[in-house]
């Protein structure tokens, strides 16, 4: 009985934790969006479309029972550290320098990688329907979309953490740092309005994804995959070809960007 007491409330203590992250990082890109930089992001809007209260109440929802998945990984992972199965550690002299400076980075391109084959296999025509359709209904995405899984892709997403520690050593403040990147960005490119200055598509940072190349996939499904980095989706030939135009037509403050156009090689 005191084990099952335990293990709820050490679900509700991730359940809130990772309630409290979702809604920082929704509740922040929502007011810049909507309030704080209301007219210069109407000037960027991707889509002529703007979702409805309707569409935000689904994505909340869903994003609720994902959090509720979550949880139930993180009680899980938990027991894994206790069972000293996990590499994460609490003191940075534990492992060199080096490590700890470009640890947040490494995960970073592992957990890109991961998403950019884990989303593009979800969306074979057989997983589809059960893993990831749920998370398409957001046709014109919110902030509030971050999370809008199915159980399914819930599970997916939220096994990267435990399998990443199961094989390489990292810091818990690293760890945690990286959850905070994760949800921000991921609130960010479901904004619907483009961040990211005029130039950033003719420029070196073009390796890193903005908004539109993640609408352009809500829109259209079949391309644009990538989260932090767009080099997997160009190696893959899974870009949408007519993503930069899509863009500047948005950075540019026009009143609708391109529709988008699949790539050659785009495959689902």
Known sequence: MEFLLWMAQDWAQHFGD???RYLLATVTVSLLVGIVFRR????????????GWRDIRREISFSMLTIGVFATVGVVTGILYDWGWLKLYLDWGDHPLWW???SLPVVILLHDAYFYWTHRTMHHPKLFRHFHRLHHLSRTPT??????FSVGEAVMMAAFSP??????????LVWLAFIFVMIFRNAMLHAGCEFHPRGWV??????????THHDLHHQKFHGNY?????????????????YKE???????GSEKAAPAERGAGIAT
């Open 100 to 102: 700890n400076i470009i």
């Open 143 to 148: 902030p509030w979309a971050a999370y809008s």
């Open 40 to 51: 210069w992001m109407d000037r960027r809007r991707i889509q002529k479309r703007r979702a």
């Open 163 to 172: 399998l990443l520690t199961l094989l390489l050593p990292l810091h818990v």
């Open 18 to 20: 990772d309630l409290l």
């Open 226 to 242: 990538g989260f932090y980095f767009t080099f997997w989706d160009r190696w893959m030939g899974t870009e949408f070809k007519n």
């Open 202 to 211: 003719d420029g070196p940072l073009d390796i890193l994804t903005t908004t």
């Open 246 to 252: 899509a863009f500047r037509l948005a950075a540019g």
